[in-house]
């Protein structure tokens, strides 16, 4: 691999040439039964020659949507698609993609599928395909392994394919979709030295690189300019230019103070410090529900009762950076987590940090049916439920249709069908509701035997 540098003309990031451009770009997709899922809003984004853009979100923000958008591979509901400044008519032929899932045809050669990234060059001959292939081969460190079948070789060399198919075509953008998500850490950590490696090298015509992530330190040590993408619906948040010379040190403190300012970001969105309530005034009941609808992280009930009993036996974990190395899940599942821990009133985050509250010592200290008690108070008290459990207090059973068509009505950029699952099974450990997969309606449970008994 070379390791001349390219050139690129002395200007500005606002004055270099827009290679992929997003002007006010909403995105809605039409779901079941006629219903709508927004998915972006207004996004103004741009991707400009020589620079290395990675864009951070938490899964379901829609990172991966506006990656298609911004290539042409998905046609926004509202805006304006550009590539070098003219609207974009299909398929960005400037760009490629490389996906998380490797998405190699396991029938044909290591450079047959290669060659696949050539079907669009139709014009070309074989001698020069072949050249072509060879080239990119060569540029991502595939040599000898030109008859090698996928299944015979590992998931970063596979990874490698999908990324020398994508150079093959010799694109000015390359478009990384979770790339690097599906690599084992030390695959990964090197396959991405090896493409800044490429992109800053001459031997190719790749200007810029647009890769969507989620992991933090990733962005931090490949791009040039980061944005954080908000979720529900998608929507620009922080923007950061990134001078760390390359190669990166993670222990430079320009490094380690971007990657505080983006986990505060993301946190501080997800997480917010709001002040607590005021009690109720002397002789006013306590509300039922709280005064606002809303929504549910969709994350199961085994994940809070572990984040619980994590916090609960090691008192001293109480950052949510420590939290998300300690439970072995990315950050931004790490959040979501947290969030419907506090939600629950089990924990409070004040900052970054994580603290069980005094509910949640009292949750996890309690037996089984104490647990299930508290659990459907906590749970009484969103106003979320009250769409399902309003219906059960007058009939003992309702479709799981009605109950996605007001979850719609009332969370119009979530996810009714991913939302109804997570009602449900909170519902099911708190005793306050059950699914009947062949009716497909939300019932009242039945009473446990051991309650009768009692």
Same mark, same amino acid.
């Given at each position: ?259 505080? !300012?983006?986990? /505060? =970001? ?8 709001? @002040?607590? *309530?005021? +009690?109720?005034?002397?002789? #006013? ?112 059973? !309702?479709?799981? /249709? =009605? ?8 969370? @119009?950029? *979530?996810? +009714?069908?991913?939302?109804? #699952? ?33």
């Amino acid at each position: 691999m070379s390791t001349e540098l390219k050139s690129y003309p002395e200007t500005s990031p606002t004055k270099a040439l827009k290679i992929a451009e997003l002007r006010n770009v909403s995105k809605t997709f039409h779901v079941a039964k006629g219903r709508e899922l927004k998915v972006l809003d207004q996004i103004d984004l741009a991707v400009r020659e020589g620079e290395l853009f990675a864009l951070l979100g938490q899964s379901g923000s829609g990172k991966s949507t506006l990656l298609r958008c911004l290539t042409g591979l998905t046609v926004p509901s509202s805006g304006q698609v550009l590539c070098y400044d003219k609207p974009l008519m299909g398929v960005n032929p400037y760009a490629s993609i490389v996906f998380q899932t490797f998405a190699l045809y396991p029938w044909l050669t290591v450079e047959q599928n290669v060659e696949v990234g050539l079907i669009a060059k139709r014009d070309l001959t074989r001698a020069q395909k072949t050249e072509a292939v060879e080239k990119a081969i060569d540029l991502i460190g595939l040599n000898n392994y030109h008859s090698a079948y996928p299944r015979e070789i590992s998931g970063g060399m596979r990874q490698r394919v999908g990324i020398a198919r994508a150079l093959v075509s010799e694109p000015k953008i390359l478009c990384l979709d979770e790339a690097f998500s599906a690599l084992d850490v030390l695959t990964a950590e090197g396959l991405r030295g090896e493409v800044v490696s490429l992109w800053r090298g001459a031997s190719n015509t790749l200007s810029s690189i647009f890769m969507v992530t989620h992991n933090i330190e990733e962005a931090v040590e490949m791009a040039t300019r980061i944005c954080i993408l908000f979720p529900h619906p998608g929507r620009l948040g922080l923007i950061l230019e990134n001078n760390l010379p390359y190669p990166r040190n993670s222990n430079h403190p320009e490094f380690q103070r971007l990657m505080k !300012v983006i986990h /505060e =970001t993301i946190t501080q969105q997800a997480l917010p410090d709001f @002040p607590p *309530e005021p +009690p109720p005034a002397p002789g #006013k009941p306590i509300s039922r529900a709280r005064a606002r609808m809303e929504s549910i992280p969709t994350v199961g009930v085994n994940q809070i009762l572990g984040l619980i009993s994590i916090l609960h036996d090691s008192p001293d974990l109480d950052s949510i950076y420590d939290v998300s190395d300690e439970i072995g899940k990315d950050f931004g599942e790490t959040i979501a987590i947290v969030k419907a821990a506090e939600i629950l009133e089990f924990v409070n985050t004040p900052k970054d940090e994580v603290q069980l509250t005094d509910l949640g010592k009292r949750f996890f200290e309690s037996d089984r049916q104490t647990r299930k008690i508290i659990f459907a108070e906590q749970v009484q008290k969103l106003r979320l439920f009250h769409i399902i459990l309003s219906y059960l207090e007058v009939q003992e059973e !309702v479709s799981a /249709e =009605t109950v996605m068509h007001d979850i719609a009505a009332a969370l @119009p950029y *979530e996810n +009714p069908e991913k939302i109804l #699952k997570t009602m449900v099974a909170w519902g099911r450990y708190a005793g306050l509701m059950d699914f009947n997969a062949n009716t497909d309606m939300v019932v009242i449970p039945e009473e446990d035997e051991e309650e009768e008994e009692a």
